[in-house]
Each structure stands twice: as structure tokens, then as C-alpha cells.
């Protein structure tokens, strides 16, 4: 049995008061999760208090983007080792905001997603297609080369250790969540192709779907055979709503 991942995405919002004050408000109502992770990926100013204020919790931290060199002179990034050092235990890597914003590449997601794992931090490695590209009918073919770049090299035992994130574009801050079977279905498309290249560790590989996930649709969602969790973007900014979904992936 996997066990399913819960992650916030906060991407680029709330400042220092903020971020504590959603810390200390969902503290007060989260129960431990025994068959469940729950982890926020903050932005970097955010990350240490987080760490702070979770110790002693069950919750974990994630960043939202880094480097894949581990030092050197590149002005504006963050590094692996610079995330491991303050306790940071996930990076989302790819996010289709980073890929169509930032110009982030395949191959940069590549190396971002093996860096990740030299310094023990799991990777949540993003993939989806575009509303045009699913109007053609090419989400699976993007999907599928999407996840085959970014796993490109990496051992069976780090993939079996790998997050994947399903997040169609069309469905990112839209409202227009995939239905569970469009959800599902793409999600086993990534375990098939996995499988193909990877053996079992397909089997091991946590895949969650992201794209509008909100308190009222997440069971449905999470109940489907190969989605494992939810990477969630707006509902995590409310710790209630951010708590409806953990509840409702418990069940
Ligand atoms: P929304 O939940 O706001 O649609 O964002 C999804 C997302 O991009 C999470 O990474």
C-alpha cells in the first residue's frame, strides 16, 4: 500500500506574518496522520520558520523550486545542499508555472530532479499538458516524455522513492478541476510508462494529482486506484480548507 502525499503549494504567497500565522492556526486543529504525509512547499523566506514551527510534528516542508549545481555564481537560486541544511525534506521540480515563466527545460528538470536525491530531498516532479495540447489529443505523449526526461538515469530504487505530480495546466487556478476518471486515467498512464522503464518501482512511486483540488472535490479524487495524494495550490492558503483535504484523503 502507498502512502498518500498531501502538499501545499503556496507558489509566490504570504510574507513572515502570514506563514506563522496560518503555521499556528493549523497546528491547533491537525491531528497526526498515521497512514498519511502532509508537507507545505513555502517560499524560501518562509521555509525556516516552518521548519521551526513544525518540530516535534508529523508535517514536513517542502521548496518549490532549486538549482541543480550545489554552489557557484548564479545570482537568485538556491541550492540542494542549501535546502537539506535547514531541513527542508521535498522540492517540487517542474512545475508547469517554472516551464512556461522561467524557461525550465527537460533537461534541467533532469538534473534538478538528481541533484534532489544526492542530498536526500524528494523530489515532487511536475508534469501535464496544456488545454491545447489535451485538444489535440497529445496528453499522453507529453505526459509520458515529460516523466521519462525527468527519471531519465536515476536508479529503480530512486524512482521507487520519487514523487510524480499529474497537474493539467488547464486545470491549475482555473476552477476546471479534471474529473477522477480524466485524473486517474493520466495517472495511469504515468505508472505504465514507469513500469516500462523502471519495473516495480512503479508499484512504489507516489503519483498525485494537482489542478483545482478543493475540500469538495477531493475524496472523489483521492479515492481512484493510482492517485496517491494532492499537490494543492489555492485551497492550502486557508489552513481549514487545506485540513478538509487532508481529512478527506484520510477516509
Ligand atoms: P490550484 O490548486 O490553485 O489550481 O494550483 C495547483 C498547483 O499548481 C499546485 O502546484
Known amino acids: 500500500m502507498r502512502r498518500k502525499l498531501i502538499a501545499g503549494n503556496w507558489k509566490m504567497h504570504k510574507n513572515s506574518e502570514t506563514a506563522r500565522g496560518f503555521a499556528t492556526e493549523f497546528l491547533k486543529l491537525y491531528q497526526v496522520t498515521p497512514d498519511m504525509d502532509v508537507c ?3 517560499p524560501f523566506t518562509e ?17 518549490q523550486n532549486m538549482h541543480f549545481e550545489d554552489q557557484g555564481a548564479f545570482t537568485g537560486e ?18 508547469s508555472e517554472r516551464r512556461a515563466y522561467f524557461a525550465e527545460t527537460d533537461e534541467m528538470v533532469n538534473k534538478k530532479v538528481k541533484k534532489a536525491f544526492e542530498w536526500n530531498i524528494t523530489p515532487i516532479i511536475c508534469c501535464g499538458e496544456t488545454l491545447p495540447q489535451r485538444q489535440q489529443s497529445l496528453e499522453d505523449h507529453i505526459v509520458r516524455h515529460q516523466v521519462v526526461m525527468a527519471l531519465a538515469g536515476l536508479t529503480d530504487e530512486q ?7 499529474y497537474e493539467p495546466v488547464w486545470a491549475i487556478g482555473t476552477g476546471h478541476v ?3 476518471q480524466q485524473a486517474e486515467d493520466m495517472c495511469k498512464v504515468i505508472r505504465d510508462v514507469i513500469r ?10 507516489k503519483i498525485l494529482y494537482g489542478g483545482s483540488v478543493k475540500p469538495d472535490n477531493a475524496k472523489e479524487l483521492m479515492e ?6 494532492a499537490l494543492v495550490g489555492g485551497a ?16
Open 40 to 42: 507545505i512547499a513555502a
Open 178 to 180: 479534471a474529473t477522477p
Open 159 to 165: 524512482v521507487a522513492k520519487a514523487v510524480i505530480a
Open 196 to 205: 516500462m522503464y523502471h519495473g516495480d518501482a512503479a508499484d512504489e512511486v
Open 78 to 95: 538556491i541550492s540542494a545542499p542549501m535546502l537539506a541544511e535547514i531541513g527542508v525534506d521535498y522540492v517540487i521540480i517542474g512545475h
Open 236 to 251: 492550502s492558503l486557508d489552513p481549514v480548507d487545506f485540513l478538509k483535504i487532508i481529512h478527506a484523503a484520510e477516509n
Open 47 to 63: 521555509l525556516l520558520a516552518l521548519e521551526e514551527m513544525f518540530a516535534g510534528t508529523d508535517l514536513l516542508t517542502a521548496a
Open 224 to 229: 481512484m486506484e493510482d492517485i496517491d495524494g
